[in-house]
Each structure stands twice: as C-alpha cells, then as structure tokens.
C-alpha cells in the first residue's frame, strides 16, 4: 500500500483553458485521477479547442496500457483512475479530426508511448515514411504520422535522441508545421521535446522536478482536472507550469529525464 502525501494543489493554468499535454515519471510510482466538470456558458469560450476526448496511458510491470474515451459535454464527473510509474495524457480538441479510437492520443507501439501538441502537415509526413511505417497508420491525424515518423527514425538508429533528430530535421525541409511538441516514453524514461516554428507562447512546454508531493491541474474554464501524485523523485512535463518551481522548456530542444531522474537538456 502506498501512502501518497495530501496534494500541494499546484494549478495549472492555460491560455487555451485546458492541459493539452501531460507526462510524469518517477522513480517509484504515481497516480492520476482525470475529472470532468460541467462547461459554463458564461465563459464563450473558442468552439474549437472545446474537448471532444481524452486519452490516458500508464505503465506498470505488465507494460503500457491505454484508455481512450470521448468526452460528452453534457456528463461531468470522474473519467479515470490510474497507477504506475509513467503516465501521459492527452485532452483533444473537437478540431482534430473525426472522434474515433485511432485518432486519441496517446499512440502507443510496443514499449514507445507517445503525445503531441501542434500541427504539422500530414501529407508531407507520410511521404517520409517507409512502406512499413505507413501500413501502421491506423487513423487519420497528424500526429500519428509523426509517431510513426519518430519510431521509424529511432529503430533505424537504435538511439531515441538520434532517432527524434533525425525525424525533426526531416520536417525542417518539407512541409509546414506550427509546433513538433511532444513527450516520448519507453516507461523508464522521459524524452520531452520542445521545437516551435510559430507562436511559441501559445506552444509552450514547462518542466518541473517534483518529490513526494502532489499536483491538482485545473483547466482555465474547470473543464478538466487532473491530480498526480507522485512518490519518490520524478518529474512533471506539460503543457502550462505546475508551480513556481516550474521551467519554461527552451525552443528547439530535447529533455532527457534517466532512469535515475537525472535530466539532459539537448539542443538541436
């Protein structure tokens, strides 16, 4: 039984009103809880970034496991519950496409669990992949094509920093994109990047080290929460700042956060 200390309530706040992206990882283990609340009228916020689902995955001994769900306007409460020693998450925004399992983050492919923030050109992406990359992809979002660009590259070197290199140089030379944000994981380590072509406040990526303690994550509007808690050492990746101790990320890097909780700031 694990005893998890009572949350510091450190807020997340966001221009856009939710927590698009959220990893954690520690060097023991950690809980997320992911709540609904009810949408107020009085807020009129933009029609496009309203959530429309959700995904959540953790790893535990047995691996990664993923859930992935649409989010109904109209219901509030708890949505999910969940333990182990890495989590991400990501909330989707109504724009991104047709609502189906093969289009919620986050993607997972064998021990690589994967989520994104920005936009990039799909069809450019694709064009970068091998044949066996592209009868991987299974829906029809961006962000997979980069998941699947990422894994291809990292397999094709044996090294993820390398790998996520590679892919990003890829992008410099073709194709538009507004951010390549994204966090990456293989459940014993954290690799964060952090490359922006435009509106940098808008595609922002904070890192916080955290021990023993605990996280609320509040969307501007309430429309989102989530709560960590983290035991032992770890860190925090996401997409607002979770508490004064947190840092900006700096543009056009990769955070390698070891199996120690050591971390690396890489720049490309």
Not at 90 to 101: A, E, K
Not at 183 to 192: I, P, Q, T
Request: no cysteine; glycine share 6%; hydrophobic share 40%.
């Amino acid at each position: 039984m694990i005893n998890y200390i009572d949350p510091l309530k450190i807020k997340l706040v966001g221009t856009d009103g939710l927590p698009r992206l959220f990893a954690a990882i520690s060097t023991d283990s950690l809980k997320a809880n992911f709540t609904k609340h009810p949408f107020e009228a009085r807020a009129s916020p933009p029609p496009d970034w309203l959530p429309d689902a959700y995904g959540v995955a953790w790893y535990s001994s047995s691996g990664w496991a993923v859930r992935r769900e649409a989010i109904d306007e109209g219901v509030s409460g708890p949505l999910a519950s969940v333990e182990g020693k890495a989590v991400l998450s990501h909330v989707r925004p109504i724009s991104m496409g047709p609502l189906m399992d093969e289009n919620i983050m986050p993607f997972i492919d064998g021990d690589w669990a994967f989520a994104h923030h920005g936009f990039i050109d799909r069809a450019a992406v694709v064009e970068l992949l091998d044949l066996d990359s592209k009868r991987l992809l299974k829906g029809s979002t961006d962000s997979e094509a980069y998941f699947r660009l990422l894994i291809q590259e990292i397999r094709r070197r044996k090294d993820p920093v390398m790998g996520m290199t590679a892919a990003v140089y890829k992008l410099e030379d073709v194709g538009y994109f507004t951010s390549l944000n994204s966090v990456l994981s293989d459940g014993k380590r954290l690799y964060a990047l952090r490359y922006v072509r435009s509106d940098e406040k808008r595609y922002a990526l904070y890192m916080a080290r955290v021990e023993d303690s605990s996280l609320r994550i509040n969307s501007r509007l309430s429309l989102f929460t989530v709560e960590a808690s983290v035991k032992g050492r770890g860190y925090v990746i996401s997409t607002r700042p979770a508490g004064e101790g947190a840092e900006l990320v700096p543009n056009k890097v990769i955070v390698v956060i070891n199996e120690k909780m050591e971390e690396e700031i890489i720049p490309l």
